[in-house]
């Protein structure tokens, strides 16, 4: 399985924009993340959810801006940014685990995507 992360771009400050995360091959269950990361600081965890997509798991810094969804059918995870800040901009990458148990940290995902670029301006 791969993921495959798309959707980034350049938007400014209160826009939004929808990240998507396709898995190629066989579906599966398991819990995607989204984490980001800027130049010269650790990838951090933005928000994830369960197969169905109806647990899910944010950030405080992205609570009530950013919601995380998934279509298992289509094997495709999404995250709606709105709202967007410049502090936003980073690269975004999705992830997926099996069974994390600690559903924001970065060392529980084992399937990375490549990263997709945000970047907000002000």
């Known amino acids: 399985v791969q993921l495959q992360a798309s959707g980034g771009g350049l938007v400014q400050a209160g826009g939004s924009l929808r990240l998507s995360c396709a898995a190629s091959g066989r579906t599966f269950s398991a819990v995607m993340g989204w984490f980001r990361q800027v130049p010269g600081k650790e990838r951090e965890f933005v928000a994830s959810?369960?197969?169905?997509?109806?647990?899910?798991y944010y950030a405080d810094s992205v609570k009530g801006r950013f919601t995380i969804s998934r279509e298992y059918a289509k094997n495709t995870a999404f995250l709606q940014m709105n709202s967007l800040k410049p502090e936003d901009t980073a690269v975004y990458y999705c992830?997926?685990?099996?069974?994390?148990?600690?559903?924001?940290?970065?060392?529980?995902?084992?399937?990375w995507g490549q990263g997709t670029q945000v970047t907000v301006s002000s």
């Open positions: 992830a997926a685990s099996k069974n994390p148990r600690d559903w924001g940290a970065r060392a529980e995902y084992d399937l």
């Open positions: 959810c369960n197969w169905r997509g109806d647990s899910t």
